[in-house]
């Protein structure tokens, strides 16, 4: 009885232990777990491990995400209709054509004022534009375009990724979604217009430094614009 008791763990080492299992996940909490998922990084460590980016670009696309739930929750028969215009894929992935346009003189708001140009027999048009985004910021373009229309496009950064959506809107129809991504620094395809409205893209570049967005569209729209 004496040898068995003896071997029991005391009340003060099992609140020692207790104490030093609350102290290592509350360091794992604030150095991995915050910067991970919620891109809160308080003691600095998650930003060296890389940690702090990926949570931010998380909680981004979760946002994103929640905004696009809630404007088709708050339109349920646009959005439906919206995905039902056609059974064919709105969004296939191609090689661009290239773009045969006048060299962007920046302007102002970060900008660049897209140079233009047209093929008279095909009816294509072409811009290319730049896009400068400072940290946080976002940024969309929209090609007003006729249901059916198909348009060439690549974007690319000069340096640094952003995070993209690529959707539609119009009269009656608030969002309309094709694609969406974090952490890229080029794409590339065709557009195919599923409706008379507004299709582009919107970018936000969420790291520390500046980023400028080159667009090259050619193909099948009325206009371009600068949201």
Known sequence: MNSASTELPSSRSLLRSTLIAAAVAVALLVTT???AEYGVDPTGIGGILGLTEMGRVKVA????AATADSVERANPQAAAAARGVTSAPVFAEASPAAATAAAPVADSTGTAAAGQSSDSQSGATSHVTEIVLRPNEGKEIKLVM??????TYSWSTNTGVVNYDTHADAPGIKYHGY??????????????AAFDG??????RNRGRDA???????SGD???LKRM
């Open 33 to 35: 777990v915050l910067p």
């Open 61 to 64: 696309l979760a946002r994103e």
């Open 146 to 151: 006729r249901k059916g229309a198909r348009v």
């Open 179 to 192: 694609a969406k991504g974090s952490g890229k620094r080029i794409d590339e395809g065709v557009l195919v």
């Open 198 to 203: 507004a299709h582009g893209w919107f970018w």
């Open 211 to 217: 980023v400028t967005i080159t667009l090259r569209t």
């Open 221 to 223: 729209y009325q206009e």
